[in-house]
C-alpha cells in the first residue's frame, strides 16, 4: 500500500531531448506527489509538485503529468541540458497519513551532448 | 522558500565515538522533522520520524539507542550516533515538513557525510 514504483533506473537522453521518468502508486490517500533532483553529495532539493485536483502542472521545462484513475504521475523535462544530469526521485505522501514521504526508487538521468 | 539548514555536512569520527548533526527549519517552524540514510546509488531511507516535544518513531529495523534523536524546540532537531562504528559510515539527511493544512511541502536539508574511521 506504501510502495511508490519508479522507472526507468538510468536515461541517457541526448542534449536538447524530452527526458521522462515515470513512477506509479498504490495508496488512494496519497494527495501530494513531489519530485526531487538530487547531485552527487547533496540533499534532494524539490524540483516540482502536484496534488491530485490538476492532471498537469508545468513550471520552466519541468512538467508534471497526473493520471489519478491509473494512480501514475510522470516528469517530462523538456530541451534537457547537461546541467540536468543527475538522479530524480518521485515521492507521494498522504495528509491524513503518518507524514512521512514515500519515495521511488530513483532514476540516474545523463544528458549527453 | 521554505529553508533547513543542517551540519555539518562532513564529519569524520573515530570508531566508538559519538557524533551529532543538526537540523535547523530557518524562517519556518517544524513540529515534524524526518532522518533519512541514504546508501550510494540508493533512495533514501526513513529512519525516524521526530515530532517536536515528544520521542520519536523510528522504523523497523532502525536501533533507538545507537541513532538518538532530539526534537527539542520548533527549529531544531538532532541526530546523535552513539558509539559510532565503520558500518555507520553514510550519508544522513534531515527533512522538515512545512505548510498548513492540507497546503504543506517537505524540504530538505544538505545531508552530512558521515565517516566512521
Known amino acids: 500500500q506504501q510502495q511508490v514504483k519508479q522507472s526507468p533506473q538510468s536515461l541517457i537522453v541526448q542534449k536538447g531531448g524530452i527526458s521522462i521518468i515515470n513512477c506509479a502508486y498504490e495508496?488512494?490517500?496519497?494527495?501530494?506527489f513531489p519530485w526531487y533532483q538530487q547531485f552527487p553529495g547533496k540533499g534532494p532539493a524539490l524540483l516540482i509538485a502536484?496534488?491530485?485536483?490538476?492532471s498537469e502542472k508545468k513550471e520552466g521545462r519541468f512538467t508534471i503529468s497526473f493520471n489519478k484513475s491509473a494512480k501514475q504521475f510522470s516528469l517530462h523535462i523538456m530541451d534537457s541540458q547537461p546541467g540536468d544530469s543527475a538522479t530524480y526521485f518521485c515521492?507521494?505522501?498522504?495528509?491524513?497519513?503518518?507524514?512521512?514521504?514515500?519515495f521511488g526508487t530513483g532514476t540516474r538521468l545523463t544528458i549527453i551532448p | 522558500g521554505a529553508v533547513v539548514s543542517q551540519h555539518p555536512s562532513r564529519v569524520i569520527c573515530k570508531s566508538g565515538t559519538s557524533v551529532k548533526i543538526e537540523c535547523r527549519s530557518l524562517?519556518?517552524?517544524?513540529?515534524?522533522m524526518f532522518w533519512y540514510r541514504q546508501f550510494p546509488k540508493q533512495s533514501l531511507m526513513l529512519m525516524a520520524t521526530s515530532n517536536e516535544g515528544s520521542k520519536a518513531t523510528y522504523e523497523q529495523g532502525v536501533e533507538k539507542d545507537k541513532f538518538l534523536i532530539n526534537h527539542a524546540s520548533l527549529t531544531l532537531s538532532t541526530l546523535t550516533v552513539t558509539s559510532a562504528h565503520p558500518e555507520d559510515s553514510s550519508f544522513y539527511i534531515c527533512?522538515?515538513?512545512?505548510?498548513?493544512?492540507?497546503?504543506?511541502?517537505?524540504?530538505f536539508g544538505s545531508g552530512t557525510r558521515l565517516t566512521v574511521v
Open positions: 527533512s522538515a515538513r512545512e505548510g498548513t493544512g492540507s497546503n504543506y511541502g517537505y524540504t
Open positions: 524562517d519556518f517552524q517544524a513540529t515534524t
Open positions: 502536484i496534488r491530485p485536483d490538476v
Open positions: 515521492a507521494a505522501s498522504s495528509y491524513f497519513g503518518n507524514e512521512k514521504l514515500t
Open positions: 495508496n488512494t490517500a496519497f494527495d501530494y
